[in-house]
């Protein structure tokens, strides 16, 4: 008889739950400034260490220091400030428009502005984003019409998805920004074999894709890294470590891994972490890897250490499952808070301006509401016609569709 004791499973738990107050201090934040900044044709093995570091710009002073900061000028972070506001503004509509039953869903990114607004910068005409539903900042960031985004998350009549993708899933091919999917971690394969396609025909477009870090657990995230690493694909592969992936804490999605960047170097892919709250950290690593797929030089990995300030969406109540207190002690603080608090110790904004750009775009957002809700909601309508669930399928439509179309009277 065998006298081993009985198996039993670990499973992780996360370090506060409900009702304990939150204590970061075990969290090791590295010193601003301190992270190399390396050439862009650099070996992943040559820069192991950025991979379990954090690359910060911003130290606790407010100041920019070390070799990845100066790299945008005063109007440039003026202007970084003012995006992560108008999404922030954006946001709390929404949120508020689905409260009143104006729309199904939503998600907010609050606490995670800076990293859409920042990337975005770093990109040129033609890229292409494969982003998950947490990413509308490279839009807000654009040109792109807010009007058309609070169609589609109204699904009314000039829904430019014509109601056929969830709230909140955006898509616009000229924006550079591919169609939200649902099925988590498809954004990265997809966006390695666009990646592969531009590299194919010579072009000198390159591909960015977005997931969270709970969906690293998906086979579709080692499997684009397999196809990144081997054919050295122009392509930034971005995880959003915002701590939790609805109510399961980032140490399920994590395992024994000392952080997700380092899953990159088992591929020989270049990683690096960065301070996903330090709005000149995050361009500044962004612009690099973007410069290093342009040039040829492959792929990077980018974990973005982050925290979701709200809930998954409006769907999860996140004080069922973690502290109330966690946002606010959350040691990487606040994207917007800080780069004011930065513009202005270098005396270029105050909080007369900030309290004035602050108005002027929830003014512009409750202006867009009114212009798309002129179109309707999805409880009052008007809706898409059904006779669009034919369209943009088959560039001749097929007679079985046809007939199917008439019996259907539309």
């Known amino acids: 008889m065998s006298d081993a004791k009985p198996l039993s499973l670990y499973v992780p738990e996360p370090e506060f739950r409900p009702g304990d107050k939150p204590d970061?201090?075990?969290?090791?934040?590295?010193?601003?400034g301190a992270a190399p900044r390396p050439p862009i044709d650099v070996e992943a093995g040559d820069i192991r260490d950025l991979a379990y570091t954090i690359i910060r710009v911003m130290n606790r002073e407010g100041d920019a220091v070390g070799p990845w900061a100066d790299m945008l000028n005063d109007d440039q972070l003026k202007e970084g400030l003012e995006d992560m506001v108008r999404v922030r503004a954006f946001d709390a509509r929404m949120l508020m428009a689905q409260r009143q039953g104006k729309t199904s869903f939503y998600m907010q990114a609050l606490g995670e502005e800076a990293i859409a607004c920042a990337f975005s910068k770093a990109l040129q005409p033609g890229d292409m984003n494969f982003p998950t539903y947490r990413q509308q900042g490279l839009l807000l960031s654009t040109d792109y019409p807010m009007v058309d985004m609070m169609n589609q998350i109204y699904s009314n009549a000039a829904d430019p998805l014509k109601g056929r993708q969830l709230p909140i899933m955006y898509c616009s091919k000229e924006h550079g920004f591919f169609t939200i999917s649902g099925n988590l971690a498809t954004q990265f394969i997809q966006g390695v074999?666009?990646?592969?396609?531009?590299?194919?025909?010579?072009?000198?477009?390159?591909?960015?894709?977005?997931?969270?870090?709970?969906?690293?657990?998906e086979n579709d995230f080692h499997s684009a890294l397999v196809f990144a690493s081997t054919y050295r694909a122009p392509v930034v592969l971005n995880i959003v470590n915002n701590q939790w992936a609805i109510s399961t804490f980032?140490?399920?999605?994590?395992?024994?891994?000392?952080?997700?960047?380092?899953?990159?170097?088992?591929?020989?892919?270049p990683s690096l972490r960065v301070d996903g709250n330090d709005y000149l950290a995050v361009y500044a690593v962004a612009k690099w890897a973007v410069d290093r797929?342009?040039?040829?030089?492959?792929?990077?990995?980018?974990?973005?250490?982050?925290y979701r300030m709200g809930g998954h969406s409006t769907s999860d109540d996140p004080s069922a499952y973690r502290s109330k207190e966690e946002a606010t002690s959350w040691p990487l603080g606040d994207p917007v808070e800080r780069l004011k608090e930065y513009l202005i110790k270098r005396g270029v904004w105050s909080d007369a301006q900030h309290h004035q750009m602050q108005e002027m775009l929830e003014m512009q957002v409750a202006e867009a509401q009114k212009q798309a809700e002129k179109n309707g909601t999805l409880h009052d309508g008007p809706h898409s016609s059904p006779a669009t669930v034919f369209d943009d399928v088959y560039h001749e439509m097929p007679l079985h569709l046809r007939r199917q179309r008439q019996e259907a009277g539309l």
Do not use: C, Y
């Open 193 to 217: 074999g666009w990646a592969m396609a531009s590299a194919i025909k010579g072009d000198t477009k390159i591909a960015t894709s977005w997931i969270g870090e709970g969906s690293t657990a």
């Open 24 to 32: 970061f201090s075990n969290v090791e934040i590295p010193q601003a």
């Open 250 to 269: 980032q140490g399920i999605a994590r395992g024994k891994a000392a952080t997700f960047a380092s899953r990159g170097l088992g591929f020989g892919i």
């Open 293 to 306: 797929a342009r040039a040829g030089h492959g792929p990077t990995l980018i974990e973005h250490v982050t």
